[in-house]
């Protein structure tokens, strides 16, 4: 009889261990999968130390926010931005100085030579390994008003407005001078930069977040080019 008792306690002590086990494995979330922008150069920022942290957005007109951790199997080359694939894991009992997210590359969707890329040599990655296909433009309508502190860009489709920081050595507000006819006249235009955050002072400041430009691609009269496409 004791015997008998026994086993009984020990299959209902199995059958509680598999109904957790259970219950574990359906409560787990199957890794996300998503597309994250890489900037081409990293930032300064502080985690346990002073540090260099990657940028990444996950949409392209989204200001750019630190890294703190890392992209499993993703070979960082500075001077070059990236859009890739990725997918993201919540670890259960992480390290006491590590991230709570397990980010593990999938595919490297696209490399594109920076404008700003530094002037020292850098190594490049395999072409036969990255597809070579160059960033789109910025697509948005660009407006300026007599003075320096009314020059803004509109995202096509966006509600808000971004102040506009200008490095093509002035060729961004001479197109505009010769095609808008005068102040606070919106021109479609096509541009190569980044959207970034608005400075903390100046006239930059008043606005949710900066464009800086560093090359027109394309620039003509009116608002029809962000509804033709």
């Given at each position: 009889m004791r015997f008998r008792c026994n086993s009984q306690r020990l299959s209902l002590l199995a059958l509680a261990v598999l109904a957790a086990l259970?219950?574990?494995v359906a409560g787990a979330q199957a890794p996300a999968t998503k597309i994250l922008w890489v900037a081409h150069y990293r930032a300064d920022c502080v985690g346990v130390g002073p540090q260099k942290c990657l940028l990444v957005k996950e949409e392209q007109y989204s200001p750019w926010q630190l890294f703190y951790g890392q992209i499993e199997g993703f070979d960082y080359v500075e001077g070059y931005g990236y859009e890739l694939q990725v997918s993201e894991e919540r670890i259960d009992n992480p390290p006491a100085d590590g991230s709570s997210i397990r980010v593990e590359l999938i595919e490297v969707i696209n490399r594109y030579d920076s404008m700003d890329a530094p002037a020292a040599p850098v190594a490049k990655p395999s072409p036969a390994a990255v597809p070579q296909r160059v960033e789109p433009p910025i697509r948005g309508l660009l407006r300026s008003g007599l003075g320096p502190e009314t020059r803004a860009f509109r995202p096509c489709g966006a509600g808000e407005e971004a102040w506009v920081v200008d490095n093509t050595d002035g060729a961004l507000w001479q197109r505009y001078r010769d095609l808008a006819g005068g102040p606070n006249q919106p021109l479609?235009?096509?541009?190569h930069g980044s959207l970034e955050p608005a400075p903390s002072e100046g006239f930059g400041a008043h606005y949710a977040q900066q464009l800086v430009v560093t090359q027109v691609v394309k620039v003509?009269?009116?608002?029809?080019?962000?509804?033709?496409?």
């Open positions: 259970s219950v574990s479609y235009v096509e541009v003509s009269p009116g608002t029809a080019g962000c509804g033709d496409r």
